[in-house]
């Protein structure tokens, strides 16, 4: 590449950073407000402002993919479970409930459930939310191209209602019941909680006091980014009341209604991979991780994630929400001893973004059918690791409900589950939704400078 080339491209990407910075307090600074006002002619003003954004990064330099996003195992995926049929009428209990009972599913989070950079194969398409493809919500093409959990489900429910497809934010008509917002941490979902509700009334196509609803809740990578820096304010403690006043609105105002509630992952594993753009977005999204020494690591940081670890999985198992029959939490601890696997020392990239931080598509899958497992898996039983490519769980004839606490401890399903292997794996979707047609994320500005510099330089410098 010519002198003349690199500063050309210099020049381009110095007064693109001028104009971020020029709008960031009028986007960027206020952009969670307005994803949260629920006002028609906001949202049309912000999208605007997310159009603009949205086609300056596509000229930015290191925009073009250079190859296909990483998509989970190259082949078709084989649905390997029995297609069991819905309840003869629907169930009044939600310890009855079938996989094919479910007619709504919805997810409340930050980045890793709006899926930023789920279908990214470069360093600016982090900007972009892939809803469609969110291990826990996605519905793009089908089960066997993209295998999440709403996938999952439209094999047993092919009129499922509320997914999400292709890109935007959480307010864009595609995206959904999934009202996740990047960047959030846990006292901030009660509001989305609050907005769900008001989102599934508004639906039209929705019943919502007869339809049984999935929700999944997934939150607190970056509390534990952040606790470094407010001990109090990221406790474990107020991290859990901060969960539990969410769950309490969907108690007390959703219907019929089966909520996950992910146990965290532990963040540690970010260390595992190398190089300069790994290391750079590390320090950018979760400093209070990859900023300190590991010594410090196991005395203060380790202590605080296993804390909201077990004091969440005890709000969710102590009963406090198991006072209707309509009505129940689960705790999924599948990620609490799951690892990123090694290949030469290092992480395997293949299940991360380009940033090496947040899930790719292979990795959506992959988070996907570990929530599926853990669901038809009983409480007290749950696996508590990802096993990668490995058996698929599936619910029987002779045990058809999905797993609670109360079914768990009645023995209402049977604690013996046949295990399916799984057979052949995906391809690669088509992209016609992904990418330049979504709206723009809502990183904080730092991050999104960090994102836009990193991606720039290797670009023209080939730095990865």
Partial sequence: ??????????????SALIFLLAVEVDVFGIAQDFEYDYDGVIADDYSDWNRTIRDLITLLPGYNCTGDPTWPYGVEQIFPCQILPPSESPPNSVHMLRPADINVIGAIGDSLTAANGGGACSLPQLLFQYRGKSFSHGGDESYETVPTLANILRKYNPNLKGYGVGTGTWSTDNAGMNVAVPGSVAYEIQEQAERLVQKMKDDASIDYEKDWKLVTIFIGGNDLCEVCKDKTLYSPGAYVNN??????????????????????????????????VCKASHIGFCPCVAAVRDDELEKEWTPTLLQYQSQLEALVTSGTFDDKEDFTVVYQPFL???????????????????????????????????????MVQPVGSKATAWV??????????????????????????????????????????????????????????????????????????NLC
Avoid at 350 to 362: E, L, R, T
Avoid at 436 to 442: E, H, I, K, L, M
Wanted: contains cysteine; proline residues 6%.
């Fill in 1 to 14: 590449m010519s002198l003349s080339k690199d500063l050309g491209r210099l020049s381009f990407l110095l």
């Fill in 243 to 276: 969960v539990q006043r969410a769950i309490q609105v969907l108690h007390n105002k959703m219907p019929r209604t089966f909520v996950n509630v992910i146990g965290i992952l532990d963040l540690r594993q970010i260390n595992e991979f190398r190089g300069f």
């Fill in 336 to 374: 609490h001893e799951s690892k990123i696997p090694m290949i030469g020392g290092a992480g395997d990239l293949s299940y991360m973004a380009p940033d090496c931080f947040h899930f790719s598509a292979k990795g959506h899958a992959e988070t996907g059918k570990s929530l599926w497992n853990n």
């Fill in 388 to 461: 990668l490519d490995g058996p698929f769980t599936c619910p029987t004839k002779e045990s058809p409900f999905l797993y609670t606490n109360v079914n768990s401890r009645k023995g209402a399903s049977s604690t013996k589950r046949p295990v399916t292997e799984k057979k052949g794996g995906a391809v690669t979707a088509d992209t016609a939704d992904d990418g330049p047609g979504g709206d723009a994320s809502v990183f904080s500005p730092a991050h999104q400078l960090a994102l836009l510099v990193i991606g720039a330089f290797v670009s023209m410098f």
